[in-house]
């Protein structure tokens, strides 16, 4: 799988998207939890480390996903509530759920946080890259993740973090 073959995404940003979706539960009561979490831990099945390929991942994943679940003999309808969520973490298409609206802005923070940037810069290093590209990098993931914070509660934090990374790289 492309993720082994590139080392990415780092599990330590996976596991920071986990934690966020598990704290937006405590103000979602009433979301599939299941299928949130199932979304996030399957996203990144396919993935490149080119920027021009970062669009196509989410749908490479999305097919993958849709394979291994079915393969697994799990329900059609949570199927494609998972399956959206991964097209949709990349504002591709839109969010069929309110699970996909979650999921996407749980995913979204592993790029808003200090914690998640200097994993990010660490990557960076381990792909080969110098500090300027890997800071680079990490900066537009920020941005790029930034646009795609759709939850109010999940707006207030992002902004504080996008500022608390801005202001740890000197920008």
Request: one cysteine or more; proline letters at 3%.
């Amino acid at each position: 799988m492309k993720t082994r073959q590139h080392k990415a995404p780092a599990w330590l940003l996976t596991e920071l998207a986990i934690v966020k979706a598990r704290e937006l539960f405590k103000y979602y009561p009433k979301v599939d939890k299941k299928a949130v979490l199932t979304a996030l831990y399957l996203a990144h099945l396919h993935f490149g480390i080119e920027k021009h390929e970062q669009h196509r991942h989410s749908f490479k994943s999305a097919v993958l996903a849709r394979k291994f679940l079915q393969r697994h003999h799990v329900s059609p309808l949570f199927i494609d509530k998972v399956v959206n969520a991964i097209e949709a973490h990349h504002a591709h298409v839109p969010c069929a759920s309110f699970e996909a609206e979650l999921m996407k802005n749980a995913e979204a923070f592993k790029f808003l946080s200090a914690k998640g940037a200097l994993i990010m810069l660490h990557e960076g290093g381990l792909r080969g890259w110098n500090f300027k590209a890997s800071r680079e990098y990490t900066l537009f993931k920020m941005e790029q993740k930034f646009k795609l914070v759709t939850l109010p509660r999940c707006k207030r934090e992002a902004v504080k973090g996008r500022r608390e990374i801005l202001e740890l790289f000197n920008v």
